[in-house]
């Protein structure tokens, strides 16, 4: 089901487990909307290592990967406990951006809870946009 998500993509997608912990929700029982954010951040990282490369590895080439924007459709509530799946997938849009799509889901059933996105911009240690790495270039075309 989750494969099914990003079946055109798998070269660059990954899939990410997370138990929702008390602490991410609010007075209400539902997941608190800046933790999604977080969720994408667990998703980025995760995707990184799958393809072999990790922030740290990006950075040690003197690159950092700011983000620029940032949405999240919330379509389902979120609760304390409940087993999701944040999947991810990364795109190169230009030499210097890259963007990150998440999709939510319950566990291993197909229906979205949330969608995002976070675009990045490639910048040196002042700030001045960068390229993208070869190596993170040809991992996400």
Request: some cysteine.
């Amino acid at each position: 089901m989750v494969e099914n998500l990003y079946k055109n993509h798998k070269k660059s997608s990954s899939t990410s487990q997370i138990r929702v912990r008390y602490a991410e929700t609010d007075q209400m029982g539902v997941v608190y909307h800046a933790n999604y954010f977080v969720w994408f951040e667990v998703g980025r990282c995760d995707l990184l290592r799958t393809l072999g490369l990790s922030y740290r590895d990006i950075e040690k080439d003197g690159i950092s990967l700011p983000v620029i924007s940032a949405s999240c459709e919330y379509k389902y509530p979120i609760r304390y406990d409940d087993h999701i799946t944040v999947v991810t997938r990364g795109t190169i849009v230009s030499l210097v951006r890259l963007e990150f799509e998440y999709n939510i889901i319950k566990g291993n059933d197909p229906k979205l809870l949330a969608v995002g996105r976070t675009a990045h911009a490639a910048v040196d240690s002042s700030g001045h946009p960068r390229r993208l790495p070869n190596r993170l270039r040809t991992l996400l075309t």
